[in-house]
Each structure stands twice: as C-alpha cells, then as structure tokens.
C-alpha cells in the first residue's frame, strides 16, 4: 500500500518564485520537480498528514503531487491560504482544492468540491479531511507564499 503525504509550508522572500521555493523548503519538497495531477486518490492509497516529507529520494526527481497555493505581495493582501481537502472510503477518493486570502472561505471551497467530487461517484466515502496553510503577508519582505501538497509516494527519476 503507498502512502500520500499532506504537508504545508509558508515563507516570505524577495520575490514571488523565492518565497514559493521558500515555502516548499518548508514542506522539504523543495528539491524536486513536481508534478501536478488531477485529484484522485487510487484505492489502495493512505493519506497521512505529516509536519514536513519524509525523505523521498534523490534531489532533482520527479514527484508527483495534489497542489494548493497562494502568493501574495506585500501591501496587496493580509494574509494568505492554501488548502487540499480529501474524502477516502474502501475504493478510489478524491482530492480538492483552493486557494486565497480568507481561511474559512478557502476551507468552505474546499469542503464544497469535494460534495460536488462525491455526487459525481458512485463510490463509497467514509471520511473527510482538509489541510490548511495560513500565512501573515510580511511587512518586510515582498511576497509571502501559502502551499498544501498531497505528495503520491517517493519520487521517481525525472531522465
């Protein structure tokens, strides 16, 4: 059975792309090439909410991931938000996610999908879940970035 890993960072640098790197750092899934997918969770999958990855293997593979993000600049917004949600049953599940400046809003769009995800299925959930990551826009720095990340396993060799 694998294993996918929810995990969350938020940072702040100089520039939109460092405080997103920054924020992945703080995930410790910063040295990798991920890899967005759609928002299935296969059967035979676990979902574990972890402070920061495992290690996943080498730096520079591939890894593929469920992702959330909001970036924010200084002066623009107060706050940022990422969330991935997730409901599981004895078969396939499904992730969701959303992204903005507002907590509840983000978990309200989040908890929304995944009813809509469901209504599509004819698949059996018995629980649901959701991740956030919630972050001060710094005043000191120019951007700071919000990330959730289901992360699908270890990482695979990108060549």
């Given amino acids: 059975m694998s ?15 460092a405080s997103y790197d920054a924020a992945l750092a ?9 890899v967005s997918v759609s928002s299935v969770i ?8 972890v402070e920061t990855a ?14 959330s993000r909001a970036t924010a600049r200084t002066g623009t917004a107060e706050r940022v938000c990422a969330g991935v949600g997730w409901a599981t049953g004895p078969g396939p599940g499904l992730f969701y996610e959303a992204s903005g400046d507002d907590p509840e809003a983000v978990r309200t769009t989040v908890e929304r999908g995944l009813e809509d995800g469901r209504e599509l299925r004819e698949w059996s959930f018995d629980a649901e879940d959701v991740a956030l990551a919630t972050g001060d826009v710094s005043a000191t720095t120019e951007y700071t970035t919000a990330v959730v990340l289901a992360v699908y396993g270890e990482s695979e060799p990108i060549l």
């Fill in 3 to 17: 294993t996918i890993y929810v995990v969350r960072g938020v940072a702040s640098a100089r520039t939109a792309m």
């Fill in 42 to 49: 296969p059967a035979e999958a676990t979902v574990d909410v």
């Fill in 54 to 67: 495992p290690d996943l293997g080498p730096a520079g593979n591939r890894l593929t991931v469920v992702e």
């Fill in 26 to 34: 703080d995930a410790n899934v910063h040295n990798y090439n991920l």
